[in-house]
């Protein structure tokens, strides 16, 4: 046995899986019960060869494998993964570097001062910025969040990561309407329960609605977050955030941006007045995960300070070695101590595709969209709730009913894989293009199956 067995059996499954996924019934049809036989039985006494493990493993869990990564999976907002991104990420796995201090892996700590700078200039946002590298967006709304608490609580002369919250000056936490789940989440966990947030009203396509802000921030003093959003999950709209930060700041307040997927249309630059202001924010949540195509473990916390951010989680304890203040030491940006070097797939990324590449994966997913919104509406009792400014598509199908039926018979039929949301009222389904992938006829390829699915529950609707 030598140590590059495993390895060779994980680089034939892994590439035969990216070289057929085009092909694979997207959805996954396994029972539970069949994966515990397959993958489950007794602790195992013993060893077994590693490549042996490695093949019994690519076997056993392929039927419960879902073909998230090929290009007519479009659930979600979940991207797939550009091949050299994959690549890099095996070779994060092989130096298995610790990415917490300098010392633990200077190649982790530079990529991710060359990337911060990278990310930040892509995105036109101040050049002041800086980016911490977490897990996903829900721990860059966190991460951001904390650097906001820690600021506005810092102007009231108050310092939270040594007095606590349970005494400090009330925070007011205002939203949108639409405001994320994770943001909720990640509010939370830092101590703004979902009671206390103040939501603001929203448009029909989940934008907050300005003046309504304005009236809700008043004229009193204290320390106040706002929370907005460029992109909502189920339309792709984002708020007007020149309006919002202009009005927040007059009040002294700090404004993130949930920007999960829709920060991206910043660096497109004819998308990029969807995002308008975008650069006068506070800080910024964003994922490399989902439209950028990366694998996960990809999310990106920016704040155009970066002082608050490392207040925040930064860390001290005798034996955890700091050089020079030059040299990143990485778990003074993330809510993490050991964590891997998970900027390294993102780096391969923005080499292999560059500035160019990244817009045109962006504006041709909106395309893209765009083609699907108009083959699905062309067809009578098909109608399309949202306006689709980036790669979000809402369908409805005539009723909430045979739209849900529509749903599951496609997620069944295989050619392609798209969910549900209750938009509003009314039952749709989501479409997100966030695929590298996808062409055209991938496209064309769906809508045919989808009609096809309408068509056959529109029939057996009416007899
Ligand atoms: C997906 C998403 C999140 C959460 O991101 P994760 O990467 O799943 O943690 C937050 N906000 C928005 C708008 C999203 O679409």
Not at 116 to 124: H, N, P, Q, R, T
Not at 164 to 186: D, F, I, K, T
Not at 386 to 404: A, G, H, P, S, Y
Request: with cysteine.
């Amino acid at each position: 046995m030598t140590p590059d067995n495993p390895l060779k059996a994980a680089y034939d499954h892994a590439t035969r899986f990216i070289t057929d996924v085009a092909q694979r019934h997207v959805g996954s049809r396994v029972e539970r019960a069949e994966l515990f036989n397959s993958l489950g039985g007794p602790l195992p006494a013993g060893a077994m060869d590693p490549a042996e493990v490695i093949n019994h493993l690519a076997i056993a869990a392929n039927p419960g494998i879902v073909s998230t990564i090929g290009p007519r999976y479009f659930g979600f907002v979940t991207g797939g993964a550009v091949p050299v991104t994959v690549a890099a990420d095996w070779l994060v796995s092989s130096w298995d570097q610790n990415a917490c201090l300098y010392v633990t892996s200077p190649a982790a700590s530079v990529m991710e001062d060359i990337v911060s700078g990278w990310i930040v200039e892509l995105l036109g946002l101040p050049a002041t910025a800086g980016v911490g590298f977490v897990t996903g967006c829900h721990m860059a709304n966190f991460t951001c969040l904390a650097a906001a608490r820690h600021e506005v609580l810092h102007r009231a002369g108050w310092n939270v990561e040594t007095q606590g919250l349970q005494r400090a000056p009330r925070v007011r936490v205002l939203a949108g309407g639409e405001v994320h789940v994770s943001a909720v989440g990640a509010l939370r966990y830092l101590g703004f329960g979902s009671d206390e947030l103040e939501l603001v009203p929203v448009d029909g396509q989940g934008r907050m609605k300005a003046e309504a802000l304005r009236a809700q921030l008043g004229d009193g003093g204290g320390p106040i977050i706002v929370c907005a959003q460029a992109g909502n999950v189920s339309t792709g709209a984002s708020d007007p955030i020149a309006e919002i930060v202009e009005m927040a700041h007059a009040r002294g307040a700090w404004v993130h941006v949930d920007g999960a997927f829709g920060l991206w249309a910043a660096a497109v630059p004819e998308l990029r007045p969807l995002v308008r202001g975008i650069e006068t924010a506070d800080s910024w949540a964003t994922d490399a995960h989902k439209w950028l195509n990366v694998p996960y473990d990809s999310g990106l916390a920016i704040v155009a300070d970066t002082a608050p951010l490392r207040a925040a989680m930064g860390m001290k304890a005798s034996y955890l070695q700091r050089g020079d203040d030059e040299e990143r030491i990485g778990m003074d940006w993330a809510p993490e101590s050991s964590r891997r070097a998970r900027v390294v797939p993102l780096y391969a990324l923005l080499r292999a595709l560059g500035r160019d590449g990244i817009a045109n994966l962006v504006r041709g997913n909106c395309a893209l969209a765009r083609r699907i919104a108009a083959r699905l509406s062309a067809e009578p009792g098909v109608t399309i709730l949202n306006e689709v400014v980036l790669n979000q598509v809402l369908v409805r199908f005539r009723n909430d009913e045979l739209t849900k039926d529509v749903i599951a018979r496609i997620q069944a039929e295989g050619t392609c894989w798209a969910g549900g949301a209750f938009w509003q009222g009314q039952q749709a389904m989501r479409i997100a293009v966030s695929n590298w992938s996808t062409t055209e006829a991938d496209i064309d390829r769906s809508a045919d199956a989808m009609l096809a699915c309408y068509r056959a529950a529109a029939a057996t609707a009416a007899s």
